[in-house]
């Protein structure tokens, strides 16, 4: 355990809110609910909240998921200085079909306003229909790459569920639109499909030892107006179990990189698991093509970040008590091009094994010292433990322009993804000048 969880394990009783409460008299525990019974549950403990577990009970701080929010969210009333871990349609982001939509129109949006140039720095996801209601504008672009594979996902599941690898027409058939009524005039009673979109497989991906892997970045939102943005320092890639060909495309284990399906795999070892952390992923790719090349790909995962939360930014509901955790899971390909695969808005919180429990109650430590509950920030913090500031309603610029994993960088953007991540001296040196909460 880090210096930081040490400092907050022996304050449980004097941990206390400020804000609004401070300000009346108040002197209470901050009080916590939490619908996981993971990593975060662990963390939310080690800082010395009180847990309230009773369904009506009242609290200042609640992970909850998103079905809550769904049912629940609506009908609550929110005190100033409560907070919560989800934004109200935090959907429009997170579920692959309206991702897809919105970011096409960013697209469409940037083209209008600033030309072709420009709206191409938006194609890093990839060409994506949904079905069955694209069916047959999907027909039309299949049609005119006939040898090209493609990708089935159910709009709204996770972990790799329901997905699947197709070349033909006829494996989809089902997804064919039709018309609801026969032509006798009644109303065809099937069970409907279950809404899935198409993409493009990108069946070029970078390769390490043979086998494909995608990356697993943490970026954290606590305004969408204006938009405010950190990203972690540490995060990891997700590697195959069996070695990359197209020669097979019904095999999951090849091209499927979720932890979840890996795990079933006949010689995954749980100790060893299938990641490599960032930053020996960082390390891997300077050795290979040297340091251009891939400040070249990191700036443009940074680019990913932020032009897809500009895609909702517009639509999503921005509550000051509302922040989110994405779990962004970005693609290489063969030419050091990043793609975004999809955005997750309930990363998964559970470890596979120690070095990835140490990785997730660090970052969702500082997630929490972020969110600044105990009042001790000062508000102008660009860096919070693992935690870089990267916008503030426009980029952040880095003061110090070194980089420790890497030569000094010919940018001056304030994100250092897949860096050492001495989140430790941070912390450290943040308790030493904000040691007492603000009034």
Same mark, same amino acid.
């Given at each position: *355990?880090?210096?930081?969880?040490?400092?907050?394990?022996?304050? #449980?009783?004097?941990?206390?809110?400020?804000?609004?409460?401070?300000?009346?008299?108040?002197?209470?525990?901050?009080?916590?609910?939490?619908?996981?019974?993971?990593?975060?549950?662990?963390?939310?403990?080690?800082?010395?909240?009180?847990?309230?577990?009773?369904?009506?009970?009242?609290?200042?701080?609640?992970?909850?998921?998103?079905?809550?929010?769904?049912?629940?969210?609506?009908?609550?009333?929110?005190?100033?200085?409560?907070?919560?871990?989800?934004?109200?349609?935090?959907?429009?982001?997170?579920?692959?079909?309206?991702?897809? =939509?919105?970011?096409?129109?960013?697209? =469409?949006?940037?083209?209008?306003? #600033?030309?072709?140039?420009?709206?191409?720095?938006?194609?890093?996801?990839?060409?994506?229909?949904?079905?069955?209601?694209?069916?047959?504008?999907?027909?039309?672009?299949?049609?005119?790459?006939?040898?090209?594979?493609?990708?089935?996902?159910?709009?709204?599941?996770?972990?790799?569920?329901?997905?699947?690898?197709?070349?033909?027409?006829?494996?989809?058939?089902?997804?064919?639109?039709?018309?609801?009524?026969?032509?006798?005039?009644?109303?065809?009673?099937?069970?409907?499909?279950?809404?899935?979109?198409?993409?493009?497989?990108?069946?070029?991906?970078?390769?390490?030892?043979?086998?494909?892997?995608?990356?697993?970045?943490?970026?954290?939102?606590?305004?969408?107006?204006?938009?405010?943005?950190?990203?972690?320092? #540490?995060?990891?890639?997700?590697?195959?179990?069996?070695?990359? #060909?197209?020669? *097979?495309?019904?095999?999951?284990?090849?091209?499927?990189?979720?932890?979840?399906?890996?795990?079933?795999?006949?010689?995954?070892?749980?100790?060893?698991?299938?990641?490599?952390?960032?930053?020996?992923?960082?390390?891997?790719?300077?050795? =290979?093509?040297?340091?251009?090349?891939?400040?070249?790909?990191?700036?443009?995962?940074?680019?990913?970040?932020?032009?897809?939360?500009?895609?909702?930014?517009?639509?999503?509901?921005?509550?000051?008590?509302?922040?989110?955790?994405?779990?962004?899971?970005?693609?290489?390909?063969?030419?050091?091009?990043?793609?975004?695969?999809?955005?997750?808005?309930?990363?998964?919180?559970?470890?596979?094994?120690?070095?990835?429990?140490?990785?997730?109650? =660090?970052?969702?430590?500082?997630?929490?010292?972020?969110?600044?509950?105990?009042?001790?920030?000062?508000?102008?913090?660009?860096?919070?433990?693992?935690?870089?500031?990267?916008?503030?309603?426009?980029?952040?610029?880095?003061?110090?322009?070194?980089?420790?994993?890497?030569?000094?960088?010919?940018?001056?953007?304030?994100?250092?993804?897949?860096?050492?991540?001495?989140?430790?001296?941070?912390?450290?040196?943040?308790?030493?000048?904000?040691? *007492?909460?603000? *009034?």
């Amino acid at each position: *355990s880090c210096w930081f969880e040490a400092v907050v394990s022996t304050q #449980s009783t004097g941990v206390m809110y400020s804000r609004n409460r401070a300000n009346r008299g108040e002197n209470r525990v901050i009080r916590f609910k939490c619908t996981l019974q993971n990593t975060i549950a662990d963390v939310l403990r080690s800082r010395g909240w009180q847990e309230i577990k009773e369904e009506s009970g009242d609290w200042d701080f609640y992970w909850a998921d998103v079905g809550w929010m769904r049912e629940v969210f609506d009908h609550c009333y929110m005190e100033e200085h409560m907070r919560l871990n989800h934004f109200r349609n935090h959907y429009e982001l997170t579920r692959k079909n309206l991702m897809a =939509k919105n970011l096409k129109r960013l697209r =469409k949006q940037i083209e209008r306003d #600033s030309g072709k140039l420009e709206a191409a720095k938006c194609d890093f996801f990839p060409t994506t229909f949904e079905l069955p209601a694209d069916y047959h504008i999907f027909v039309e672009e299949f049609k005119r790459s006939p040898n090209s594979t493609w990708i089935m996902k159910p709009i709204a599941k996770s972990q790799g569920k329901g997905i699947f690898l197709f070349k033909k027409l006829k494996d989809i058939m089902e997804w064919k639109k039709e018309d609801s009524w026969k032509i006798d005039g009644t109303k065809d009673d099937r069970e409907p499909v279950e809404n899935y979109v198409v993409q493009r497989y990108i069946d070029n991906p970078y390769l390490i030892g043979g086998r494909k892997f995608d990356i697993r970045c943490y970026v954290l939102v606590t305004s969408y107006i204006p938009l405010k943005v950190w990203l972690y320092r #540490s995060g990891f890639g997700r590697m195959s179990n069996t070695r990359y #060909s197209l020669d *097979s495309i019904e095999d999951t284990y090849v091209h499927l990189t979720n932890v979840a399906i890996q795990k079933t795999a006949p010689d995954y070892d749980p100790e060893k698991g299938c990641k490599w952390s960032l930053i020996q992923l960082r390390m891997y790719l300077l050795a =290979k093509h040297g340091p251009e090349a891939v400040e070249t790909l990191f700036r443009g995962m940074d680019d990913i970040f932020i032009k897809s939360l500009q895609s909702t930014q517009k639509i999503m509901i921005n509550d000051k008590h509302c922040f989110e955790l994405y779990g962004y899971d970005i693609l290489i390909d063969e030419s050091l091009k990043p793609w975004l695969l999809e955005i997750n808005a309930s990363p998964s919180l559970t470890a596979s094994n120690q070095q990835d429990y140490d990785l997730k109650f =660090k970052l969702l430590h500082d997630v929490l010292t972020i969110i600044d509950m105990e009042g001790k920030l000062t508000g102008k913090e660009k860096r919070v433990g693992g935690f870089d500031l990267m916008w503030n309603d426009g980029p952040v610029h880095c003061e110090e322009l070194s980089m420790e994993g890497a030569p000094n960088p010919p940018y001056t953007t304030n994100t250092m993804l897949g860096c050492f991540n001495n989140r430790e001296d941070n912390l450290k040196k943040m308790m030493r000048s904000h040691g *007492s909460p603000k *009034s």
